[in-house]
């Protein structure tokens, strides 16, 4: 399970195994099934909005030019100081509102944020999220899209460790289930 779900979580659900909790672990490691769904369908999507019809195609984006900082948050999943903490380190730069000096964002800094985001999440240093932003910002979708089909297969990787941690995790409650007589 290690390679799959990490050290901290096989902590996690271990102590629950030992205590005969056996559902209270299973449905943890439900959770973490439908965290990696979740994030490869951001991934995804981050691959599927390089191209800028994309966005443009779907009836929100059509009808609005900008939209709010929490708006954009939910949309990419992170959160509205993840945001502010980019727009500080230089990442992106939405404009402002004339009047209410809100930040607003633009589709062309919706798809930055959700590729900060996959890049981030990948475990890439800010040196290489800024690379992969210039080049998206110079019209070089191919090397962001390289990379974000590289965290996609890297997500794939991780659902077969997770799959395999699983037949462990089945083989291990076999064997529990026998020393007890269940």
Same mark, same amino acid.
């Given at each position: ?86 727009? #500080? =380190?230089? &990442?992106?730069?939405?404009?402002? @509102?004339?009047? $209410?000096?809100? !930040? /607003?964002?633009? %589709? ?21 999220? #800024? =690379?992969? &932003?210039?080049?998206?910002?110079? @019209?070089?979708? $191919?090397?962001? !899209? /390289?990379?974000? %089909? ?33």
């Amino acid at each position: 399970m290690l390679s799959g779900f990490g050290m901290d979580f096989v902590k996690e659900i271990m102590p629950l195994v030992i205590h005969g909790e056996i559902t209270q672990a299973l449905w943890k490691i439900n959770e973490a099934q439908v965290k990696l769904h979740s994030e490869k369908q951001i991934v995804q999507h981050t691959i599927d909005i390089l191209d800028p019809t994309v966005l443009l195609d779907m009836p929100k984006y059509k009808e609005r030019k900008y939209f709010s900082i929490g708006e954009v948050a939910k949309e990419a999943a992170v959160s509205t100081s993840a945001i502010r903490h980019w727009e #500080k =380190e230089g &990442l992106l730069r939405p404009s402002r @509102n004339k009047e $209410s000096k809100f !930040r /607003e964002f633009s %589709v062309h800094d919706i798809r930055k944020i959700f590729i900060i985001r996959t890049v981030q999440r990948a475990v890439f240093s800010l040196g290489i999220v #800024k =690379e992969v &932003l210039e080049g998206f910002d110079n @019209n070089d979708i $191919s090397h962001t !899209r /390289e990379i974000a %089909v590289s965290i996609l297969q890297h997500i794939d990787g991780i659902l077969l460790e997770q799959i395999k941690g699983i037949a462990s995790f089945n083989n291990l409650l076999n064997i529990v289930r026998q020393g007890t007589k269940i």
